[in-house]
């Protein structure tokens, strides 16, 4: 017999009334059936060589499984009624649910909660069911069968899904790594699992509710899994105890379910998976929900995130018998937004905030017509250092996102919009020199970073009305300053020797250098800088006044810029500048950007080397630079996400 839901449980309905949306959401929950569609059924069944599990151990705390065949084929699952699921299990030695499911035996209990996600790879599909399992039959040492009774069921939006293509991978060797199950209070997780967890893109979470006397009736307790995903990185580790996880919330179909079981029951678990390698990283303790300004302290900019204080880890090293196709790439979803780091992270986004400070637009530069400087007065001091990027927040300009479940294609980035645009600063701030410190009064020019549609309003304003390019104060355009973000900064030299350095950039990545080119004009030591400077543009005249402006006419400096470029461009737009060597090069940096950089630069690995431009860019420009002998840790890079 199956049962409906009688509607949303006492904590999915307090996260709903927390995020405002309990009107909306109020009999959503009559999309979650009692039972299986035949077309689950059918999925679960063909489709899956693995399922995610969430199972509960004696003391009470979700563990999220990653269950399959020894094969690593599709097929362990059989489905005999809308109501059932039967798997045949060949587990590993360490994982949870080995002692969770010998709990039925041990507690002559009916039942085990349990809940389950499949989701498939290729395709982006997700399906999720819950129920408990009623049997548990020992099949081998590490082999099990279990039987589950289904009673809820819903198909997923495949929003975030990273795109895999998966194969069999038989042959495995599981080992047991770390193992730590109630963790000491002062205990932090160990340095390569945090690296693991900085390094993922999808997680696995695990939750439960357990009801009250009161409720356990009408909302019977049950238990929960489902998967997020983004880009990798975007669950971030609290540096401070190095246990606490912080899962932001993205905008999704509005269920809460997940946050509505930690609401009542501050319990949860995650798991990771290496799918190259097959390495699991199993996660559990107390989470908790986060919402408005106080999630905004911790991670700015971020409205709602979940936390999850780790308390037991489990790490088995090649356990799922399921890898990643060798020699493919992961298609990333194009919903999930640029990662967003803790405050107390100070490589991070957000190195530092500001309160109830805001810059008026002054005037605007055309350079071409995708190009733009925005000069920009600060209603307070700010202090920037050369390279450091301006945190703006558009919201009051552009009014906030409305709230859709999906987008058009080529639209997918404006559901998590949340109008905040990161746009390098491009005018002279050193860190040794006392302007460095902006004064409310003083020009600050802040190039844009890439959303022309920022701007929509000034380009049909300066049509009709061009004199407010040059003065542009009686638009009256204020958005905040949330901060200033960025460790992409110009070091101080040595009283020693001239510091090397080689600079890489790639179209409108120039636009760091040029502000730690103005700097440049008075270092605080007799030593000067050496740089070589490799530019690729497809807009050189451009750049190169941009640059022209910028060299100091009297400083301690050489530079030797290296342009690649296959469009004409005006050589005599540097002929002021004693300090630069120009060396043009036709085409652009490509696939032989090993060997033109091995000849130009030859002794690269000797010097402070930054890379700055579009992400697929950058990735090529690593691979040649480490093939060169530089150290891709040594390599200093600008984040190129807003």
């Known amino acids: 017999m199956t049962v409906t839901l009688s509607g949303w449980h006492p904590g999915e309905r307090a996260i709903q009334a927390r995020l405002n949306i309990d009107g909306p959401m109020a009999m959503a929950y009559t999309l979650i059936e009692p039972a299986m569609p035949e077309q689950h059924q059918v999925f679960h069944t063909r489709n899956l060589p693995f399922i995610p599990l969430t199972t509960l151990d004696a003391r009470g705390r979700p563990w999220s499984s990653l269950v399959a065949s020894a094969s690593g084929l599709p097929g362990f699952v059989s489905s005999p009624s809308e109501t059932e699921l039967v798997m045949n299990l060949d587990l590993w030695p360490g994982d949870p649910i080995l002692n969770n499911l010998d709990l039925l035996d041990e507690s002559k209990a009916c039942r085990l909660l349990v809940a389950g996600l499949g989701i498939e790879f290729p395709t982006r599909r997700r399906n999720k069911f819950a129920g408990y399992i009623y049997r548990v039959d020992k099949t081998g040492d590490l082999s099990r069968r279990i039987r589950l009774r289904v009673n809820q069921a819903i198909g997923n939006c495949p929003k975030y899904i990273n795109v895999r293509d998966l194969v069999p991978h038989p042959r495995t060797s599981p080992r047991t790594v770390h193992r730590s199950l109630q963790m000491s209070s002062k205990e932090r997780l160990p340095e390569d699992l945090i690296k693991f967890i900085l390094e993922s893109d999808t997680v696995f979470l695990g939750t439960s509710y357990i009801a009250d006397s009161f409720n356990k009736f009408k909302y019977p307790s049950h238990v929960g899994m489902n ?18 996880l912080i899962l932001p919330d993205y905008s999704g179909n509005r269920l809460t379910t997940s946050l509505g079981n930690i609401e009542v029951t501050s319990l949860a678990s995650m798991s990771f998976l290496d799918f190259g390698t097959g390495d699991i990283l199993y996660l559990t303790g107390t989470a908790k929900n986060v919402v408005g300004p106080d999630a905004q302290k911790i991670m700015p900019r971020q409205n709602v995130f979940t936390t999850l204080h780790v308390e037991g880890f489990i790490f088995i090293r090649d356990a799922l018998p399921v890898r990643q196709r060798p020699n493919t790439s992961v298609g990333r ?223 301690t400096l050489k530079v030797i810029l290296h342009l690649f470029t296959s469009q004409a461009y005006d050589a005599s737009l540097l002929e002021d500048c004693s300090a630069l060597t120009l060396v043009h090069h036709q085409g652009r940096l490509d696939s032989t950007t090993e060997t033109r950089l091995s000849s130009l630069v030859t002794d690269a690995k000797e010097r402070l080397v930054y890379l700055c431009g579009p992400p697929a860019f950058e990735e090529s420009t690593m691979e040649a630079l480490s093939r060169t002998g530089v150290n891709p840790a040594s390599v200093v890079r600008e984040g190129f996400s807003y």
Request: glycine residues 6%; neutral net charge; proline residues 7%.
């Open 227 to 244: 998967a997020r995903g983004g880009r990798a990185g975007f669950i971030r580790v609290l540096p401070s105890d190095g246990r606490t």
């Open 333 to 555: 979803s194009p919903y999930s937004p640029p990662v967003k780091y803790v405050a107390e992270e100070k490589d991070g986004q957000s190195t530092h905030l500001l309160d109830d400070v805001s810059v008026t637009l002054t005037r605007v530069d055309v350079l071409s017509p995708t190009l733009a400087t925005f000069t920009f007065e600060a209603s307070a001091p700010v202090h920037i250092r050369a390279g450091q990027a301006a945190v703006l927040d558009f919201a009051d300009l552009l009014g906030t996102q409305r709230y859709a479940h999906m987008a058009a294609r080529g639209h997918e980035a404006r559901i998590n919009d949340d109008r905040i645009r990161t746009w390098t600063v491009s005018s002279a701030h050193a860190p040794w020199r006392s302007d460095a410190l902006v004064q409310p009064d003083d020009a600050r020019e802040a190039r844009r970073a890439r959303d022309w549609r920022v701007v929509c309003a000034l380009r049909q304003a300066a049509a009709k009305m061009p004199e407010v390019l040059i003065d542009a104060r009686p638009l009256g355009l204020r958005v905040g300053l949330v901060g200033i973000a960025g460790s992409f900064t110009l070091p101080e030299p040595s009283d020693a020797k001239d510091l090397k350095l080689l600079w890489i950039a790639g179209g409108i990545g120039v636009t760091p250098y040029i502000s730690m080119l103005a700097s440049m004009s008075h270092p605080p030591t007799s030593a000067g800088y050496d740089v070589v400077f490799v530019l690729s543009t497809r807009e050189p005249d451009v750049l190169l006044r941009l640059i022209q402006t910028a060299v100091p006419k009297h400083a």
